[in-house]
């Protein structure tokens, strides 16, 4: 897939790849908080029930970008309509599918500033439920001096990207694997020839399916 930008995406990854052990999902109750105590600022958990996805816990820095708090509210409130299409398909499909995600995305002030940002979006399992909470990093990839002092009020996607439980994402790929196959490059609204190239139009965005084998 194509390379996440953001450390935070990397590490938080990582962490949650280790912890399922070649499953689908690792279980909510194994993520041990003091383990990526220096990622939680940035972190949130999503309740995931029907369509309705609702921050369970957002770390103090997330908040700090909305200049709010975040629990209790419905993460795809948070897009605008043109978008929220794509978001919910992303969304349903990690809580169905035990997909993982990675969203590019603007986030702007009400004064008009932006700022680039990048979300992850990793699958959890409750024992008996599925795949029902979601856990997530959202960070900026440059810090402006105006994040935390006005908030973000408005979100747009600029890239995504589907990673499937049986793909390996290029940044943990082993050398030889990477020599292999070639880096895909990110879901933008251009569409591209991809590994797995079946996709859809979803409004202005173009959303490429996945599977496993």
């Not at 990582?14 to 105590?37: H, Q, S, T």
Request: hydrophobic residues 35%.
């Amino acid at each position: 897939m194509g390379q996440m930008k953001q450390d935070v995406s990397k590490r938080l990854y990582g962490y949650w790849n280790g912890l399922r052990k070649g499953r689908p999902a690792p279980e909510r109750n194994e993520v041990e908080p003091g383990d990526i105590r220096d990622l939680l600022g940035d972190t949130f958990i999503l309740q995931a029930s029907g369509n309705d996805f609702r921050f369970r816990l957002a770390g103090t820095r997330l908040c700090a970008l909305y200049c709010r708090e975040l629990k209790g509210q419905n993460f795809l409130s948070m897009w605008k309509e043109s978008d929220r299409e794509a978001i919910e398909s992303l969304l349903t499909a990690i809580h169905h599918d035990a997909a993982a995600a990675v969203v590019g995305m603007t986030g702007r002030s009400d004064r008009g500033n932006e700022v680039p940002l990048e979300i992850v979006l990793l699958p959890l399992s409750q024992k008996d439920s599925g795949f029902t909470r979601i856990l997530g990093a959202c960070a900026p990839t440059s810090a402006p001096y105006w994040v935390g002092m006005h908030p973000v009020m408005k979100q747009e996607i600029t890239s995504l990207r589907m990673i499937w439980p049986d793909e390996v994402p290029f940044f943990l790929r082993t050398a030889d694997q990477a020599a292999l196959e070639p880096e895909i490059e990110p879901i933008t609204t251009t569409p591209r020839t991809l590994r797995r190239p079946a996709w859809r139009q979803v409004r202005h965005l173009t959303v490429y399916e996945g599977g496993r084998n």
